[in-house]
């Protein structure tokens, strides 16, 4: 009872902001525990030789796991393909976005039939999807990989089995999956324009091609570095199709950074190697993303004219 007398005695904004604090607590201790928690113990074992085989020896090593990675020729090509496997899916799947996104901006009944069934691969989970793709693709009795194979037009090994079309082959598989995201996302912007600035541009007799470069695409840019986060993130860290389709193989044409972490900590239970893995995708993914702010907001400044 003293407890809320007290609080009564407060000025109305200081209880405004402690009833939001203590709506928020239950969130933040969950951030806390969750994200950031895991993260810092991460950190915390990338500075030691630590392996669950010997989990009594712990010797302090520094950098020393970042140093050896980066002399590790399969870390380099683990990064290099997480790399390549991110920008060309990301980049494809923003174009096909973007133009599925423009012929679904208006409100019909076909379109809104057409974006209900391009939400389909979205609600199918990433394992699911590699394990229909292997399927489909597999030499010997894939509905698409063996006639392919018949016809001489893969590797007699298939797709996801010949070193020079696997990657490609699940940056294909993965465009499928998340193109509908980008579209929906992107789309939901386009929706968001207003209308009174495209009804002026079109008065002044600008063309389909001028409305969209000088109008639409400026007043895009806010969904368009959501979209390209929200994917980029999500590719650079994929693993799901990954590990179900070729688990980093063949050869290691299809390793990527999350697979090699995985390979590292649960295969040869090198804790303190795959947390300088874990780190150093959290060191990239911060870089994309204050690359993609940086690049937006230039853009922003030469579409207004600042």
């Not at 007290?6 to 402690?18: M, Y």
């Not at 796991?65 to 870390?75: M, V």
């Not at 019909?108 to 939400?119: P, T, V, Y």
């Not at 389909?208 to 994917?231: C, K, N």
């Amino acid at each position: 009872m003293s407890t809320l007398r007290l609080a009564s005695r407060l000025p109305f904004e200081t209880r405004r902001k402690l009833f939001l604090l203590t709506l928020g607590a239950p969130a933040l201790v969950y951030v806390l525990a969750i994200g950031v928690g895991p993260v810092a113990q991460g950190v915390w074992y990338s500075l030691f030789d630590y392996s669950l085989i010997h989990p009594a020896r712990r010797h302090f090593v520094g950098l020393g796991n970042y140093a050896a990675l980066f002399a590790d020729a399969s870390f380099r090509n683990a990064l290099l393909n997480t790399i390549v496997f991110s920008g060309a899916a990301v980049a494809l799947e923003f174009a096909t976005g973007l133009g599925l996104a423009l012929l679904l901006w208006r409100d019909s009944r076909f379109n809104q039939i057409c974006l209900a069934l391009l939400l389909v691969p979205v609600t199918v989970t990433p394992i699911a999807v590699g394990l229909i793709f292997k399927g489909l693709l597999e030499p010997d009795f894939g509905m698409i990989g063996y006639w392919l194979a018949h016809w001489g037009w893969s590797d007699p090994r298939g797709l996801l089995g010949a070193t020079h079309t696997s990657l490609a082959t699940l940056v294909l598989i993965d465009i499928w999956e998340w193109t509908p995201l980008m579209a929906l996302i992107l789309l939901a912007g386009l929706k968001a324009l207003p209308v009174d600035v495209l009804e002026a541009a079109t008065a002044d007799g600008s063309t389909l091609l001028q409305r969209f470069w000088m109008v639409i695409l400026p007043l895009l840019l806010p969904a368009i570095f959501l979209a390209l986060v929200l994917r980029t993130m999500d590719a650079f860290r994929v693993f799901d199709s990954i590990y179900v389709t070729t688990g980093g193989g063949p050869a290691g044409a299809t390793d990527t950074l999350m697979m090699l972490a995985v390979k590292r900590g649960l295969q040869f239970f090198d804790i303190g190697a795959a947390s300088a893995i874990g780190n150093t995708m959290i060191l990239c993914l911060a870089l994309i993303a204050s690359l993609f702010v940086l690049l937006i907001r230039r853009a922003d400044r030469l579409a207004n004219g600042r």
